[in-house]
């Protein structure tokens, strides 16, 4: 089974940036659906954006307009670019493909 590893979480002020990274352990991207999901604290985790094999791209509407998701396919990487954080936007973050998912990396936001 492919093994997902995140990174790039942190702290931020309210307004302030953040770049995920999510990396692969083979060759998957070209091939699947990439995706972020999101759990914030007492709450259920939730779809955050996709990007299919074909580079399609949808978002939660909460997100739009301020996340971007991408994809390296040549270094196996996947990208959430966040920008205009908000403390709603507090969560660990997790990278999801083909029924695997990574450990999370955490991003908060100080009001």
């Known amino acids: 089974q492919v093994q997902l590893v995140e990174s790039g979480g942190g702290l931020v002020q309210a307004g302030g940036s953040l770049r995920l990274s999510c990396t692969a352990s083979?060759?998957?991207?070209?091939?699947?659906?990439m995706a972020w999901y999101r759990q914030a604290p007492g709450k259920q985790r939730e779809f955050v954006a996709v990007?299919?094999?074909?580079?399609?791209?949808n978002y939660l509407d909460s997100v739009k307009g301020r996340f971007t998701i991408s994809r390296d396919s040549a270094k196996n990487t996947m990208f959430l670019q966040m920008n205009s954080l908000k403390p709603e936007d507090i969560a660990v973050y997790y990278c999801?493909?083909?029924?695997?998912w990574g450990r999370g990396t955490q991003v908060t936001v100080s009001s």
């Open positions: 990007i299919t094999s074909g580079g399609s791209t």
């Open positions: 083979r060759r998957i991207f070209s091939t699947n659906a």
């Open positions: 999801n493909s083909i029924g695997a």
